[in-house]
């Protein structure tokens, strides 16, 4: 198979060193084969880990990347900032786009694409290359957070820029005599802290499901044990710190919850929504520890703000999601509105108590010293010492005078 070299960048040559950011999968495999064989330039690749590699993984990449011809291969460990960053918002702002989706790799692309750029710097090289392909996402955010974090790098995606296919990707790993799994042809998976993306075949199809096979981590929720789990989870300040009075660090608890979840069928679903260039997208996910979080959070939140303050923050909350799935991670906006999220979670403390059971999450109580419930003075649809009927009675008048006032408005005006 040949390729369009008139596609290629004209200032790439083979003097110069590239650095690919680099999963080990098919895209970014062809990344390092066509520097290697294509243009001849020295290669560095980088895996920045934020939560989707075990040690065999890793070493696996490691072993790739070598035999596809780079020179030197980087590990960063990206997670606890991917956490910081992004996941603790993500959890006190209770986001899901679509009302689903946790954004399980959309806030990762952010901590890669920073820390790609800022280890090309170092290395001094000219050039770095990403496997995004043109009609997705991930193409956006890798090349705002290089060009916000290191603007003199230039970016180069061989995948997007000269159109080529995974069958085509597929093809010319092989024909070079490289391993291509099946499975890496059919589907493309994006695995994280946060959870797991499956994207290709049934997923092109808004009337089709993935297969069983098609499915990373998570048991089928009809084969998960039929006598559930409980759990308790304790919060601080809106994220959580303990696991059945256990406490964890972030990762570790993130982990565990993520490994519970998976044995009881819990965070598979699929996405539906618009992407940054405006068309239509649709992806599945599997992430438990996010199915679990999120429910636990929110109905914490419920018992100890504000009505007003609910409102507000879950608008914040939501565009908080928007503007980090859409690449707004790095406009000045986006501190303030952490800044906004974070004042909110002051009096976000206490436990929740869960019950897992083949795929649902159910929230069973919650506790807090900041409770906003207060049933020695008022109980709702019963009694209370707030106030008496008159007082109720006398509101009631009052509360309803404006769509009082707009019923015989709209009656004179049609001349009833």
């Not at 608008?315 to 928007?322: I, P, S, T």
């Amino acid at each position: 198979m040949s390729w369009n070299r008139d596609l290629f960048p004209s200032e790439l040559n083979a003097d110069q060193h590239a650095v690919v950011a680099f999963s080990g999968g098919l895209d970014t495999s062809l990344c390092v084969l066509l520097l290697r064989r294509e243009v001849g330039c020295r290669v560095t690749t980088v895996t920045v880990d934020t939560g989707g590699f075990d040690a065999e993984e890793l070493r696996y990449i490691e072993a790739r990347s070598r035999e596809l011809g780079a020179e030197e291969h980087i590990l960063v460990d990206g997670r606890q900032a991917v956490y910081d960053h992004h996941i603790a918002y993500l959890i006190k702002g209770n986001v899901l786009r679509g009302g689903v989706y946790p954004l399980c790799v959309g806030a990762e692309r952010v901590v890669q694409g920073r820390e790609v750029a800022e280890l090309a710097a170092v290395r001094g090289a000219d050039w770095i290359l990403h496997g995004s392909t043109g009609a997705g996402n991930d193409q956006v955010r890798f090349e705002v957070a290089i060009a916000a974090t290191r603007p003199d790098l230039p970016t180069w995606a061989p995948i997007r820029d000269l159109g080529i296919t995974r069958q085509q990707s597929t093809d010319y790993l092989r024909a070079c005599d490289f391993v291509v799994e099946e499975k890496t042809t059919d589907y493309s998976i994006n695995a994280g802290l946060w959870g797991v993306t499956i994207g290709g075949k049934e997923t092109h199809d808004p009337g089709s499901y993935p297969p069983e096979g098609a499915w990373t981590t998570t048991c089928s929720p009809q084969d998960a044990p039929a006598q559930g789990a409980s759990l308790t989870l304790s919060f601080e300040d809106g994220l959580p710190v303990a696991l059945n009075d256990a406490r964890l660090e972030p990762l570790e608890l993130l982990e565990q919850l993520r490994s519970l979840g998976e044995q009881h069928g819990v965070g598979r679903d699929i996405h539906l929504g618009d992407t940054i260039l405006g068309i239509k997208g649709r992806i599945a996910f599997e992430a438990p520890a996010a199915a679990v979080l999120i429910p636990a959070h929110r109905e914490l939140e419920k018992l100890v703000l504000s009505r007003l303050q609910l409102f507000h923050k879950n608008q914040m909350g939501e565009l908080y999601g928007m503007l980090l799935h859409e690449a707004g991670w790095f406009d000045p906006v986006v501190r303030d509105i952490e800044a906004f999220i974070d004042s909110s979670q002051r009096r976000v403390s206490g436990e929740v108590e869960l019950y897992l059971r083949q795929g649902s999450v159910s929230v069973r109580g919650v506790h807090s010293p900041f409770t906003m419930l207060a049933p020695e003075l008022a109980r709702y649809g019963e009694e209370n010492a707030l106030w008496d009927g008159r007082d109720a009675a006398g509101f009631s008048r009052i509360f309803g005078t404006q769509q009082l006032l707009a019923g015989l408005a709209l009656r004179r005006g049609l001349g009833d």
